[in-house]
């Protein structure tokens, strides 16, 4: 595992900048090179990770737990570049714009189900993916990660992305990330954490390996 992009993530000059891309069918109207698709940071909690060289540990092909797919912008550039990748969303709306973009990638599992009840969907999600990657955006953000925890291997990852607003509108955003990076500590081992400013205000991201 390490810092570096992983394999099948490149920066790319794509409509006159470079940008970080991926290799797929275009899925929100993003840039494009040839096969090649523009990962917009400012649309995508984990594109800001990388973009910010955050340590997610991604070196391509992982098996890989994705909880709050929405309707699939950062999760179709995760299904580009790594392995088996389940995609967990329990909006039906957004959920079916997720099937559209699954239908061009055979390695991405579409799963309309509550990432508050992992039991629902434990007999299809292999045991011990290499990462969750968590953008739910709701409150009650860490007992998500830890309801989760069992289906991460020993030497995987927890890529969180937390947004303050979603746990208490009214709140500071550190009193907020303080609160539930302790909460998470039950279960993780905190490896970095870093705001997403300038790409998302008001965010933390996490990286964290299971205790
Ligand atoms: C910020 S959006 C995700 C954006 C997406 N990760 C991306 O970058 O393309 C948060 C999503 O999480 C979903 N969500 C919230 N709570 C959830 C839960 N308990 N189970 C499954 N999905 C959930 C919401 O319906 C919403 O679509």
Redesign the pocket.
Known sequence: MSSELPAGVERRVVDGRERLATRGEPVYGEPTDGEWRAWNPA????GAMLELGMETAFEGGERVLY?????????SHVADFAGPTYA????PR?ARDLLSVAASRPRLFPLL????RPETYAHVVEAGVDAIVQ????RGQAR?ALENRRFLADDGRLLLAVKARSEDVAREPAAVFEEITDELAAEYALLERRRLEPYHADHLAVVAEPR
Not at 67 to 75: E, H, K
Not at 88 to 91: G, N
Not at 113 to 116: F, V
């Open positions: 649309r995508s909690k984990l909880l709050g797919a929405a309707s699939g912008t950062t999760v967990v969303e329990f909006a957004p189900k509550d990432a508050r953008d739910v955006a709701t998500v």
